[in-house]
């Protein structure tokens, strides 16, 4: 959870800071803060990284706001250096030794971030996309990965899925598949066989009877969805990421087939990999 232990009124402040955020080319973020502070003031924008469960807080990204208008403040965040994988809490720091304060969400222009944009073939894939938390605080989430597998296009069938995707930071070579992998301690892998379309381009079916075998038990089983470049190469998770949406995970929901006893359906984890779910079906 953001923010936690920050109170109203902190810093003297009568509200709270509200910040909008506009997506520009080459990933840059500009932070405009309504923030009534004189002129001589040194405020600063923080980015905290959200520790993980049990993990202490890191160090975080500290900018100079500078003047950008009647009673406002801005701050760029430039591409690089890139943010690490994870969600950074955005904060204001208002002077020197002072408290920092809850950033709220302004209106966010993510009309930049469209898929692919500003994903390079050959090079690592940085993303951020500005987004509201739950608690009703402005936050990034970030991602950083050397090799990466966008997901397009998912086609629910009767009885199958079939998938498009697009691989960066690496090629598609003889021997490339994809791969489906049972999380537990004892891990199942079920290989699937690809259509390259150049060594970027592919795409796969999934045939969901090849994933029941594993369904025993009564209790859900998660298939998590990576491609192998080509023989040998190290897998590369299948994700979502090249877009303005956050968190996937309950805005794009695609239908359970029911088969064998199961229902069996796609769908994107809390870190928009793609996955798939095999669960006993619910009575009626």
């Keep these: 959870m953001s923010g936690d232990g920050d109170d109203d009124g902190v810093n003297g402040l009568r509200e709270k800071p509200r910040g909008t955020v506009t997506v520009r080319d080459g990933g840059r973020l500009l932070v405009h803060v309504q923030l009534p502070l004189p002129a001589s003031a040194q405020p600063r924008l923080l980015l905290q990284p959200r520790p993980k469960k049990g993990q202490p ?19 760029v965040l430039e591409a690089e250096p890139a943010l690490e994988e994870g969600r950074w809490d955005a904060y204001v720091v208002t002077g020197p030794g002072e408290e920092r304060v809850p950033l709220l969400p302004g209106l966010r222009d993510l009309r930049d971030l469209v898929s692919g944009t500003d994903a ?32 397009g296009r998912i086609t629910v069938g ?15 070579s003889e021997g490339a598949e994809v791969s489906l992998v049972r999380r537990g301690r004892e891990s199942v892998v ?10 970027q381009d592919f795409s796969f079916m999934v045939d969901y009877a090849d994933l029941l075998a594993e369904a ?25 990421l090249l877009d303005d949406v956050a968190d996937r995970k309950t805005v794009f929901v695609y239908p359970a087939t029911p088969l064998g ?5 796609p769908y994107y984890t809390l870190d928009n990999d793609l996955s798939v779910e095999v669960a006993p079906q619910r009575s009626r």
Excluded: C, N
């Design 216 to 240: 025993a038990g009564g209790a859900p089983v998660i298939w998590d969805v990576f491609v192998h470049p080509g023989a040998g190469a190290p897998r590369v998770r299948v994700a979502r």
């Design 261 to 265: 006893g199961v229902s069996v359906r």
């Design 190 to 199: 079920a290989r699937v066989a690809l259509s390259a379309e150049g060594d």
């Design 120 to 151: 390079v073939r050959g090079a690592p894939v940085a993303v951020r996309i500005p987004y509201a938390t739950k608690d009703g605080r402005l936050a990034i989430r970030a991602w950083r990965r050397a090799t990466h597998a966008e997901a």
């Design 158 to 172: 009767s009885g199958a899925m079939a998938v498009t995707a697009r691989l960066y930071g690496a090629g598609l």
């Design 57 to 75: 807080e890191e160090a975080g990204r500290s900018l100079v706001l500078e003047p950008g208008g009647p009673d406002a403040w801005q701050a």
